[in-house]
């Protein structure tokens, strides 16, 4: 027997994703809940209509949250109450849940998943597999699932879940909803993006200091392949000394000395979910 979803947010950017891996699958009967005239239009496009949100949760075994983690607080606090008993409630990613913001409701499940998105170094041969950026179409990706509460057979199921609407699938990986927030932000969205922000304004500024643009970029591009090829162990060879010395020195100009306490401790990570989810 197929498993009821509702998907809220279904005409967002997530959701059409959502919405294009999970609309013909056999074992999911999908109900689409979007307010948005935009949302509407793109899900028109897709061949799928809104069912009213009133209908979809009285019907839902499942509800999937792909709407924006500043409001995932007032939407639960909405929407939760009204759920039948042994409903699972899935985010697409912990800053809900690692914030607290679900309502407190014993008798439902909640649920995060949230996609690795397609691997740097990667054996895709086909030219669609890689330029699939965020992943979910072309090509493999990994994803992260945690059971914040409920009991085991939820966990299979949001899991497979998961595999589907993420698909095609790499690995799957169950770890706690504290190890995914740590994750995402801590990470990937606090640590990496900015540094990676801040390798694009590096380039930025030798262009303008003169380098001529299409040979910063070509210069630049190489070395950040080779580099992250060398630091996380794929090329099978070290750094020069000379490179060596320069990591080293600039370590002391460009990093605070405790900057991982500032951005990877607990209480770090706990700040920046606050942030994300306006949590209280």
Known sequence: MATTIAL????????????????????????????????????????????????????????????????IGSICR?????????????????AAGYAGVFPDRPDISYFAAHPCHPPLFMEELTREAQTDWFGGYHARQSVVCAL???????????????????????RMHRITV??????????????????I?????????????????QAAWDFVMGHIRIELAIIF??????????????????????FLPNWKENVLSLEAVREQVRVITHAE
């Open 8 to 71: 809220m947010g279904a005409g967002g950017k997530m959701g059409c994703r959502l919405t294009d891996n999970l609309r013909d699958h056999p074992d999911y009967e999908m109900l689409y809940v979007e307010v948005s005239e935009a949302g509407i239009a793109r899900m028109k496009e897709r061949g799928v209509s809104a069912t009213p949100r009133e209908e979809a949760l009285r019907r839902a075994q499942v509800v999937i949250l792909a709407v924006p983690d500043a409001l």
């Open 78 to 94: 909405e929407i939760v109450p009204t759920l039948n008993p042994g409903t699972l409630v899935m985010g697409l990613d912990p």
């Open 148 to 170: 914040i509460q409920g009991p085991e057979e939820h966990y299979a199921l949001g899991e497979k879940i998961a595999a589907d609407m993420y698909a095609p699938i790499l």
């Open 178 to 195: 504290e190890q995914m927030a740590i994750l995402e932000p801590g990470v990937v969205e606090t640590t990496c993006a900015t540094l």
């Open 197 to 213: 922000s801040a390798m694009k304004e590096a380039l930025d500024e030798a262009v303008r200091m003169g380098v001529p643009e």
């Open 233 to 254: 162990g794929y090329a099978g060879f070290p750094f020069s000394d000379g490179a060596k010395l320069a990591i080293e020195k600039a370590k002391s100009k460009i």
